[in-house]
């Protein structure tokens, strides 16, 4: 990985800064969710797909910018008001959609060590302590509307990852297990403690390893494979080894989709992990993203787009270079196209057949964006003189 600004481990403390006249930027019941963006792969099943999502269909300039706090170790998510993210000196602070105002930051004593989930009225994050003196990892839940903390679970002694909501219960892959917590009051439900180690040298690619939830079973990637768990019980159905994981799964009604790295793409039975296609291809560092029966992959420098019945290639980017750079932002799909960026475009708009309409030439990303209320956010990652920023397009 390339030195970005600020990349210093820094010690944090506790508390919530809050600014006066914020406004609240929960979700509720009411909220429509194509204005939202509020987990990585924008729902549980990591589908990365908001059906009405619209995206701008051109943009010259930014219509906000606000600089982060060290290397940005989240991706953003947007709620009805508010954008959040984590960065490594600032903790995770919440933005206000239209505008860019810092509504609150909440310092979490170490680092913030996947993408936030929110829901309702919490915003939920893992941390990395493992530099501080305690160690460990925690999962905590803020509230959504000033920042403060409402609970928090160890529930590692190395790192979490991105956690996932459905229901009433929180998913989470650690280094060596998968755990569901209470979402109310982060008590432990159960945990499958005995699942094969992601290395700390791996830890910059697989803060976003978000398990699947979909139908009653929990889908969740180990180094070198993936696991299908009961979501009630904490029992294994089945599970299924490959080569190289490094992204989280995405699933729909019939079937479980996972890139492999040094392998390509891989459809299972969601039912019970047999293989249905695979598609080969090597550089598959991101989640895949599902459209009714396209599934928008990448590989390298490129994005493709797959039949989601055999794996067939419909179209790939239409470039020499594709995005100039590695991809390592998981697409994230609307209703007019596609949202992707590489190390050397902060994003990309696509759209059938593989053709980028607009990109941002100013810096590249690794994390991934979020589409939410005709706006795109993305993190710029910075370089060695310049901070990481948050951008939304509209």
Not at 40 to 45: E, R, Y
Not at 75 to 97: H, L
Not at 294 to 312: H, Q
Request: aromatic share 8%; charged share 25%; net charge negative.
């Amino acid at each position: 990985m390339q030195d970005d600004w600020s990349r210093r481990r820094l010690p944090l403390t506790c508390g919530a800064t809050a600014l006066a006249g914020c406004n609240s930027g929960g979700t509720n019941e009411n909220t429509d969710p194509n204005a939202t963006w509020s987990t990585f792969g924008f729902d549980s099943a990591n589908t990365g797909y908001s059906p009405d999502a619209t995206i701008p269909s051109s943009s010259d300039d930014p219509e906000w910018t606000v600089p982060l706090g060290g290397y940005p170790y989240t991706s953003p998510i947007a709620g009805d008001d508010a954008v959040v993210v984590g960065s490594e000196s600032n903790g995770i602070e919440s933005f206000e959609t239209a505008s860019g105002k810092l509504l609150w930051r909440t310092p979490v004593d170490g680092i913030p060590a996947g993408t936030p989930a929110i829901e309702n009225e919490d915003v939920f994050v893992t941390v990395d302590t493992r530099l501080n003196d305690d160690g460990g990892a925690f999962v905590r839940a803020l509230d959504l509307n000033t920042g403060s903390e409402r609970w928090r679970t160890r529930v590692a002694d190395e790192a979490a990852f991105a956690p996932t909501v459905s229901g009433e219960s929180l998913y989470v892959r650690t280094t060596t297990a998968l755990h569901a917590l209470d979402r109310t009051d982060g008590s432990v439900r159960w945990s499958v403690t005995d699942r094969p180690t992601f290395a700390p040298e791996d830890y910059d690619v697989t803060t976003d390893i978000a398990p699947a939830v979909a139908n009653g079973t929990v889908y969740a990637p180990d180094p070198e494979g993936l696991v299908a768990i009961d979501a009630s019980s904490g029992s294994v159905e089945w599970e299924v080894q490959t080569t190289k994981i490094r992204s989280a799964p995405a699933v729909d009604a019939d079937r479980v989709y996972l890139a492999d790295v040094s392998d390509g793409v891989y459809a299972l039975d969601r039912r019970d992990g047999r293989e249905l296609w695979s598609w080969n291809a090597s550089g598959c560092w991101t989640s895949p993203a599902v459209e009714a029966d396209r599934v928008y992959v990448t590989a390298g420098f490129d994005v493709a787009a797959l039949d989601a019945t055999d794996g067939s290639e419909s179209w790939r980017t239409e470039s020499d270079d594709g995005l100039h750079g590695d991809v390592y932002a998981s697409p994230a799909v609307g209703r007019e196209g596609l949202v992707v960026g590489s190390i050397e475009r902060t994003v990309a708009v696509i759209r059938e057949p593989g053709t980028v309409i607009w990109e941002d030439p100013d810096g590249g990303t690794r994390t991934s964006p979020a589409v939410a209320d005709g706006r795109v956010y993305v993190i710029r990652q910075g370089s060695s003189t310049e901070r990481p920023s948050l951008v939304a397009f509209e």
